[in-house]
């Protein structure tokens, strides 16, 4: 994916990680769509604002309209969630943004990039598609089901040429995490190293050393990663 000359649009560009990669994507010689649900929210220069809310499948498909020469799709917007055995309709919500928010904008930009030529989707997952986080069971599930759901788009759409990409990261210095007391990586740093990984093509961008050794920890045996991660909890 050659950003130089693309035409991308960004998902929850009003703040963290989403806003900067919409700037930087303007840094690197982008057209970029940048969008969120309160369109006032998003302070860009160089940017074309849409209103969108990734819930609402009648909205995204006059985002598709609106945006018809778009070549890059980052599927940014996300939130946070709690326990599955919390509220059910926190639940829901995370579902609804995390999963079938990326899920419909995927559907209804694919015919989009077909005509441009094919393009990229680009899905901003998350270290927590291979571990939990105590008390966050909805968020981790989500991006579990967008990790795969990145897996599947690969294959369905390989056939009109569209690459599909899975960025994945630790803890980023948002808004999002504020309440976590962990280390945290700058939001524009994680948005320069997936750019960098779109542009390479690769199929999944690991952003970062815990995300890493997360995914490195599938091999094994659920228990052991389950005991350092305990012991690095309580250190």
Same mark, same amino acid.
């Given at each position: ?5 693309a035409?991308?649009? @960004? $998902?929850?560009a009003?703040?963290g990680i989403g ?6 994507l303007?840094?690197r010689g982008?057209?970029?769509y940048?969008t969120? *649900?309160?369109?006032?929210? %998003?302070?860009?220069e160089? @940017?074309?604002i849409l209103?969108l809310?990734v819930?609402d499948?009648?909205? =995204?498909?006059h985002?598709?309209? =609106?945006?018809s020469d778009?070549n890059?799709?980052?599927? !940014?917007a996300g %939130?946070?969630?709690?326990p ?7 639940v829901?919500? +995370?579902?609804?943004v ?8 995927s #559907?209804?930009?694919?015919?989009v ?7 990229t989707i680009? !899905?901003?997952?998350?270290s ?9 069971g909805a968020?981790a599930a989500?991006?579990a089901? +967008?990790w ?14 569209t690459?599909? $990409?899975?960025?994945h990261?630790?803890?980023?210095d948002?808004?999002?995490?504020d #309440?976590?007391?962990v280390?945290k990586?700058?939001?524009a740093d994680?948005? #320069?190293?997936?750019?960098?990984g %779109?542009?390479s093509? =690769?199929f999944?961008? %690991?952003v970062d050393?815990f995300t890493?050794m997360?995914?490195?920890s599938?091999a094994d045996?659920p *228990?052991?990663?389950d005991? *350092?991660?305990? *012991?690095?909890l309580?250190?």
């Amino acid at each position: 994916m050659n950003i130089i000359g693309a035409t991308a649009l @960004v $998902t929850g560009a009003n703040r963290g990680i989403g806003r900067h990669l919409a700037a930087q994507l303007v840094e690197r010689g982008a057209k970029v769509y940048a969008t969120a *649900r309160r369109p006032e929210s %998003i302070d860009l220069e160089g @940017v074309q604002i849409l209103s969108l809310d990734v819930t609402d499948p009648e909205a =995204v498909l006059h985002a598709a309209h =609106v945006a018809s020469d778009v070549n890059l799709l980052i599927n !940014n917007a996300g %939130i946070t969630g709690g326990p599955l055995l919390g509220d059910l309709n926190d639940v829901r919500a +995370v579902l609804d943004v995390n999963f079938w928010g990326t899920l419909t904008m995927s #559907r209804a930009f694919a015919p989009v990039l077909a005509a441009n030529g094919g393009g990229t989707i680009v !899905n901003i997952a998350s270290s927590a598609s291979w571990f939990v986080f105590p008390g966050t069971g909805a968020y981790a599930a989500s991006k579990a089901a +967008v990790w795969n759901m990145g897996n599947a788009l690969r294959q369905e759409l390989a056939g009109q040429g569209t690459q599909v $990409t899975s960025v994945h990261l630790g803890a980023a210095d948002t808004d999002m995490m504020d #309440r976590f007391d962990v280390p945290k990586m700058k939001p524009a740093d994680v948005a #320069r190293i997936a750019l960098d990984g %779109i542009e390479s093509g =690769v199929f999944e961008v %690991i952003v970062d050393d815990f995300t890493a050794m997360v995914k490195a920890s599938l091999a094994d045996d659920p *228990r052991e990663f389950d005991e *350092r991660f305990q *012991r690095f909890l309580n250190a």
